[in-house]
């Protein structure tokens, strides 16, 4: 018996947590790379700064869409749901203003 994870709101949270990961991780390796090449502190922190500031910008801004899309269904939604309950007749005069 297989099992279908093809839900695609856990696939967005698990592509953001990947992502999220990725963008934390990266930083440290080339920190980490930057010390065994024997870079001082103030290189590394002034690289390392640049590389954190642009990857915190992406990461965030992949995040926000995912927060802001995922925000928009559950509305629309819920807002179907809320139409459907009610008469044709009012729906329609709902929708019409």
Request: net charge neutral; glycine share 12%.
């Amino acid at each position: 018996m297989s099992q279908d994870n093809s839900n695609p709101e856990e696939i967005r949270t698990g592509s953001a947590l990947l992502i999220a990961v990725i963008g934390i991780i990266a930083p440290a390796v080339l920190a980490a790379y930057l010390v065994s090449k024997g870079w001082d502190a103030n290189q590394i922190s002034s690289v390392v700064g640049l590389f954190t500031g642009v990857i915190g910008t992406m990461v965030g801004a992949f995040l926000g869409v995912q927060v802001g899309s995922n925000g928009k269904k559950k509305s629309e939604d819920l807002a179907q749901r809320a139409l459907g309950a009610l008469s044709p007749e009012k729906a329609r005069e709902i929708l019409d203003k």
